[in-house]
Each structure stands twice: as structure tokens, then as C-alpha cells.
């Protein structure tokens, strides 16, 4: 069965930041894209990162400048650097892998940026 672990969600003041973690484990093959997603009540989820395996990387308006996106293919761990967060920030953030033929979502964990 295949897992995903995030980590690194918590309680900031605005202008502060937050590293995010998801943990790929189990019979997962053949990894090609990472992404990190954002959802609040009532919202669409929607894109916030994406990572390729060769590393290049795509991020939504609203982020750029301020969130970068990483992975370690060896650990099939992918991360979420955010700085300068701002309110408009606050959501559940969860991690999705694909591969040729499946996605997969981590469980979500929140993010609050207070003003």
C-alpha cells in the first residue's frame, strides 16, 4: 500500500515561514511529477507547486518569489519552502505524487498565517 506522510504545517505570524515534508513509502514505482496543493472551506483546491523528475519546477502567481519546491528522488520525499508567508496563505496543504497511471494525496496539514 502506498503512504504519504506530510509534516511541517503549524501556527505563524504574517511574514514568518514554514517548511513543508511528504514522505512517499510503500509499493509506489516510478515517480515522475511532485506537486503541492491548497484548499480552504468552501474553496476549490488548487495548485500552488509542481516539481518534475528532472527538477524543474512551476508554481502558481500568488507564490512566486516566496515558496520553493524541492525533492529528493532518493528518499521520494518532496518539500515545501514558504517565506514571507501572508494570511491569504492559510489552508490545508497536501501533498500529491503521480506516475504514469495513479496519483496519490498525503492526508493535508494546516497552515494558519495570523495577521
Known amino acids: 500500500q502506498v503512504q504519504l506522510v506530510e509534516s511541517g504545517g503549524g501556527l505563524v505570524q504574517a511574514g514568518g515561514s514554514l517548511r513543508l515534508s511528504c514522505a512517499a513509502s510503500?509499493?509506489?514505482?516510478?515517480?515522475?511529477?511532485l506537486g503541492w496543493y491548497r484548499q480552504t472551506p468552501g474553496k476549490q483546491r488548487e495548485l500552488v507547486a509542481t516539481?518534475?523528475?528532472?527538477?524543474?519546477?512551476n508554481y502558481t502567481d500568488s507564490v512566486k518569489g516566496r515558496f520553493t519546491i524541492s525533492r529528493d528522488n532518493a528518499k521520494n520525499t518532496v518539500y515545501l519552502q514558504m517565506n514571507s508567508l501572508k494570511p491569504e496563505d492559510t489552508a490545508v496543504y497536501y501533498c500529491?505524487?503521480?506516475?504514469?497511471?495513479?496519483?496519490?494525496w498525503g492526508q493535508g496539514t494546516q497552515v494558519t498565517v495570523s495577521s
Open positions: 516539481i518534475s523528475r528532472g527538477g524543474n519546477t
Open positions: 500529491r505524487v503521480m506516475t504514469a497511471f495513479s496519483s496519490y
Open positions: 510503500g509499493s509506489i514505482f516510478s515517480i515522475y511529477n
